[in-house]
């Protein structure tokens, strides 16, 4: 198969790298939007900003410059950008006419845009963007390193479609990789975009180190929360019990390579969220779309208690100690998800 991953951040470089070593000898075009990295990295074969120390292998080709040139001869194109960068993407692609399966690794909810008035989901902004594009996601619990790593992952391919299931499956399922089909892609999407709120959440938990009951209370309830609002979108329940759901959010809430917690962690340490994100040097889309979650359960009559808090926290509106009073003082409640 060929492949043309587009943006070279520490995702999009881990899955061109995963590709590029499956056993079907895939040929991996690498798509890197700034022509200085795109030289280093064709330079060293390796992505000194993140992955460093995992060498690229020969066939993983890089490019820059037109998108035209990095798709021209794909069977299948990955979209490696965060969520902010989708629509764009999509659009030019679109334009171009693209006759091939279109796959987005990004986990998170647009913010919403003048045209759209409330954050879509990356499959609604791929159906306004882009209608032609047949599309699907990959997601699950899958920190870049350690898939660039060769450490063992599961991963979930959501498409309406079956036959992007399959390329999906055939692009990166093997001794290192399981690829587990579904059809659901709301709930998928949903699953990949909640967990960075909650895992901002949990590492504000563990910050102020309240611990590990509180942890697990928070993450249980953060899946309920989860669940609420993904089966109000139209996702399957049992999707969040899945890979994509309380798998993801276990890996994010409480693993140390997780971007989405340690904003936490440092937000708890009261430092100021403009710092943290300078410093961070990836995307962190937990920040970007808990205001747009928040927005869009309001309307749909969701309650999201964890989520709200983190944005009142993000907006400067409460500090780390009186957000966690507040869902501590919460009136009791029935268990049950809805
Ligand atoms: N890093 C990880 O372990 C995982 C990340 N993800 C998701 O994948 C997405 C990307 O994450 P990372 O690669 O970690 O982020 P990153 O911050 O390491 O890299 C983002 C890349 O996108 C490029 N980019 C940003 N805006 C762009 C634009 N407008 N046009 C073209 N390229 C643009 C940047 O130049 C950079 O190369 C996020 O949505 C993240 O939630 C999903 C699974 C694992
Ligand atoms: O999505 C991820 C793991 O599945 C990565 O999470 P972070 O963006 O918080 O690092």
Same mark, same amino acid.
């Given at each position: 198969?060929?492949?043309?991953?587009?943006?070279?951040?520490?995702?999009?470089?881990?899955?061109?790298?995963?590709?590029?070593?499956?056993?079907?000898?895939?040929?991996?075009?690498?798509?890197?939007?700034?022509?200085?990295?795109?030289?280093?990295?064709?330079?060293?074969?390796?992505?000194?900003?993140?992955?460093?120390?995992?060498?690229?292998?020969?066939?993983?080709?890089?490019?820059?410059?037109? $998108?035209?040139? #990095?798709? &021209?001869?794909? /069977?299948?194109?990955? *979209? +490696?950008?965060?969520?902010? @960068?989708?629509?764009?993407?999509?659009?030019?692609?679109?334009?171009?006419?693209?006759?091939?399966?279109?796959?987005?690794?990004?986990?998170?909810?647009?913010?919403?845009?003048?045209?759209?008035?409330?954050?879509?989901?990356?499959?609604?902004?791929?159906?306004?963007?882009?209608?032609?594009?047949?599309?699907?996601?990959?997601?699950?619990?899958?920190?870049?390193?350690?898939?660039?790593?060769?450490?063992?992952?599961?991963?979930?391919?959501?498409?309406?479609?079956?036959?992007?299931?399959?390329?999906?499956?055939?692009?990166?399922?093997?001794?290192?990789?399981?690829?587990?089909?579904?059809?659901?892609?709301?709930?998928?999407?949903?699953?990949?975009?909640?967990?960075?709120? $909650?895992?901002? #959440?949990? &590492?504000?938990? /563990?910050?102020?180190? *309240? +611990?590990?009951?509180?942890? @697990?209370?928070?993450?249980?309830?953060?899946?309920?929360?989860?669940?609420?609002?993904?089966?109000?979108?139209?996702?399957?329940?049992?999707?969040?019990?899945?890979?994509?759901?309380?798998?993801?959010?276990?890996?994010?809430?409480?693993?140390?390579?997780?971007?989405?917690?340690?904003?936490?962690?440092?937000?708890?340490?009261?430092?100021?969220?403009?710092?943290?994100?300078?410093?961070?040097?990836?995307?962190?889309?937990?920040?970007?779309?808990?205001?747009?979650?928040?927005?869009?359960?309001?309307?749909?009559?969701?309650?999201?208690?964890?989520?709200?808090?983190?944005?009142?926290?993000?907006?400067?509106?409460?500090?780390?100690?009186?957000?966690?009073?507040?869902?501590?003082?919460?009136?009791?409640?029935?268990?049950?998800?809805?």
């Amino acid at each position: 198969m060929s492949i043309a991953i587009l943006g070279a951040g520490a995702w999009g470089t881990a899955v061109a790298i995963a590709a590029a070593r499956h056993p079907a000898q895939h040929q991996v075009t690498l798509w890197v939007r700034d022509a200085t990295q795109a030289q280093h990295m064709r330079t060293h074969r390796s992505n000194q900003r993140y992955l460093d120390g995992v060498l690229l292998p020969q066939n993983v080709h890089i490019v820059d410059g037109a $998108l035209s040139d #990095a798709v &021209g001869n794909a /069977d299948l194109v990955i *979209l +490696g950008t965060p969520v902010a @960068a989708l629509r764009p993407m999509l659009t030019t692609l679109d334009k171009m006419g693209l006759q091939v399966p279109v796959v987005w690794l990004c986990k998170g909810i647009e913010p919403a845009q003048a045209s759209t008035a409330i954050g879509l989901l990356p499959h609604e902004v791929q159906r306004q963007a882009a209608p032609n594009i047949v599309s699907g996601v990959l997601s699950g619990p899958s920190f870049a390193l350690e898939v660039a790593q060769n450490l063992p992952t599961a991963l979930v391919a959501a498409s309406e479609h079956q036959h992007v299931q399959d390329m999906l499956i055939g692009a990166f399922h093997g001794k290192h990789i399981r690829v587990y089909g579904n059809n659901d892609m709301i709930g998928v999407e949903v699953g990949g975009a909640i967990k960075n709120v $909650l895992a901002i #959440a949990t &590492g504000i938990c /563990d910050g102020l180190q *309240l +611990g590990l009951n509180a942890r @697990a209370a928070l993450i249980t309830r953060g899946l309920a929360e989860m669940s609420r609002f993904g089966v109000a979108l139209g996702g399957q329940a049992s999707t969040f019990m899945g890979l994509s759901g309380v798998g993801d959010l276990v890996l994010t809430a409480t693993g140390g390579l997780s971007r989405n917690r340690k904003v936490g962690l440092l937000l708890a340490e009261g430092h100021p969220l403009g710092d943290i994100l300078a410093k961070l040097g990836h995307v962190a889309e937990g920040v970007y779309c808990a205001r747009s979650v928040e927005q869009r359960a309001q309307q749909i009559g969701v309650e999201m208690p964890i989520t709200s808090a983190v944005v009142r926290l993000l907006e400067g509106r409460t500090s780390a100690q009186e957000l966690v009073l507040q869902l501590l003082e919460r009136d009791p409640g029935s268990e049950s998800l809805r």
